[in-house]
């Protein structure tokens, strides 16, 4: 199946820090979204992203979809300890029954 | 409105048993899909609804049986249950297909001995 690299895999960071993930594929994409899931939970949709180019903000939370529309990255400003969880990125395949792929995830630890 | 609900949250099975995973949505969501979720690999499509008395399969569709009779319930069979099936199943559902809002539930840990 297609593959997203998403990297980095793991996070530990102070309160109060800036956060970047990104994720990459060899594939074109006309949709990218970002997950966040916490513990015990499913996934939450963070931000969906349409447009390549497109920079899209959600409060403290960033997204844009590269250019060539094979990449995408997150940016959390200020983190706070909620922001703990696991972050994904996700594509969708419109033409596979909206399937959507997921990247294996970025897992954010905060240290108060 | 509860969104989407899964029962069970827990469940063991012996390779060889059956069972069924519930799954309900109270939002009128006309698609609806199920997951598997497994260390490292991400969600994997098992099965998807584009609405009542329609089904197809997804990426990892083998060993599993889905059906919708009504818009609310997509029930996830497991016919014959292997240990290959041990992971977490989430289902999600969106107002439509092309719709890429998918809210999940919250889960069932399957385990299969």
């Known amino acids: 199946g297609q593959q997203l690299n998403q990297s980095p895999q793991s996070m530990f960071i102070q309160e109060g820090e800036d956060v970047s993930m990104n994720c990459t594929s060899s594939s074109i994409f006309n949709t990218w979204l970002w997950y966040k899931q916490d513990p015990g939970e499913g996934p939450v949709l963070l931000i969906a992203?349409?447009?390549?180019?497109e920079l899209t903000s959600n409060g403290r939370l960033t997204a844009q979809f590269g250019i060539t529309r094979k990449d995408s990255f997150l940016n959390i400003s200020a983190s706070i300890p909620s922001d703990v969880g696991i972050y994904f990125c996700?594509?969708?395949?419109?033409?596979?029954?909206?399937?959507?792929?997921f990247g294996g995830g970025t897992r954010l630890m905060v240290k108060p | 409105n509860a969104g989407v609900t899964q029962t069970p949250k827990f469940q063991v099975l012996k390779t060889g048993q059956s069972m069924t995973l519930q799954c309900a949505q109270d939002m009128n969501h006309e698609y609806m899909s199920w997951y598997r979720q497994d260390p490292g690999m991400g969600l994997r499509l098992i099965h998807y609804?584009?609405?009542?008395?329609?089904?197809d399969q997804g990426e990892v569709p083998n060993g599993y049986n889905v059906s919708r009779s009504t818009t609310e319930d997509f029930p996830l069979r497991l016919l014959s249950a292997a240990p290959s099936q041990t992971s977490v199943y989430f289902c999600?559902?969106?107002?439509?297909?092309?719709?890429?809002?998918?809210?999940f539930g919250p889960g069932t840990r399957l385990t299969v001995l």
């Open positions: 609804s584009v609405g009542a008395g329609i089904t």
């Open positions: 999600a559902s969106s107002y439509s297909i092309i719709d890429n809002e998918q809210f």
């Open positions: 996700a594509v969708a395949h419109l033409n596979a029954g909206n399937m959507l792929t």
């Open positions: 992203l349409y447009k390549a180019g």
